[in-house]
């Protein structure tokens, strides 16, 4: 079955440092993965996503993730954080049983805090 | 550029009584549209989702139906909410064809009561 795991329900950092919110998954063949973001009460905004490629994906408002097949996973990365960072970040993977509608499946969501 | 509305932002209505949430797309033409449930400000389950005018999946068997009566519009009802309705949901759209992404809407907040 395909899946995304995010391991960590929250993520704390002091503003200006880098910051890594973790991801891995399970997909047979190679993987589409993304990374959304969610300010409270509001809905899901997209970041990136990985298709094929390289393996360092730039995104919006700064953000990275890195691929990595080998250890299945796509961490997204950040050089320095801002506390307007701080927000419900998903990562999901799409479902490939599906070609008609581009179904995705979603991780249990990371909730990062960036401290001032 | 893509638009993707959803209304109400925010409703409360009793146990018992009927739904309707509303969902447009702008700037785009045949798009998929899909229906979301987000429990508890976390994980997010797929209810239902539509390649086209009149064709609806459904993800899980529920108190919800969904239906696509126009090509950007797609509408989320109920006849009978239940407590456990109660939820944000969200609306998304992706392109047919080619697109991955999803691009959601604002999110209508329910509370039954």
């Known amino acids: 079955a395909q899946s995304v795991a995010q391991p960590e329900d929250q993520v704390n950092v002091a503003e200006g440092n880098p910051l890594t919110v973790k991801c891995t998954y399970s997909?047979?063949?190679?993987?589409?993965l993304f990374w959304y973001v969610q300010y409270p009460n509001r809905g899901l905004q997209f970041l990136l996503k990985?298709?094929?490629?390289?393996?360092l994906v730039k995104g919006s408002y700064g953000f990275e993730a890195e691929f990595n097949k080998s250890q299945t996973s796509f961490h997204l990365k950040k050089p320095s954080a801002l506390v307007s960072d701080s927000a419900l970040y998903f990562c999901?993977?799409?479902?490939?049983?599906?070609?008609?509608?581009?179904?995705?499946?979603f991780g249990s969501g990371t909730r990062l805090s960036i401290r001032p | 550029s893509q638009t993707i509305h959803q209304w109400p932002a925010t409703l409360v209505q009793p146990v018992g009584s009927p739904l309707s949430l509303e969902c447009t797309v702008e700037?785009?033409?045949?798009?998929?549209l899909y229906w979301y449930r987000q429990a508890a400000g976390r994980g997010l389950q797929l209810l239902f989702y539509?390649?086209?005018?009149?064709?609806i999946s459904s993800e899980v068997p529920q108190n919800l139906s969904a239906s696509r009566p126009q090509d950007r519009q797609f509408i989320l009802s109920s006849k009978k909410l239940l407590l456990s309705d109660s939820g944000f949901y969200l609306c998304?759209?992706?392109?047919?064809?080619?697109?991955?992404?999803?691009?959601f809407g604002p999110g209508t907040r329910l509370t039954v009561t």
């Open positions: 700037g785009t033409s045949n798009p998929n």
């Open positions: 999901a993977v799409r479902d490939k049983r599906y070609s008609s509608a581009s179904k995705i499946i």
């Open positions: 539509s390649v086209g005018i009149g064709q």
């Open positions: 990985y298709i094929t490629g390289d393996n």
């Open positions: 998304a759209w992706s392109v047919r064809g080619g697109g991955v992404e999803q691009y």
């Open positions: 997909v047979s063949g190679n993987p589409y």
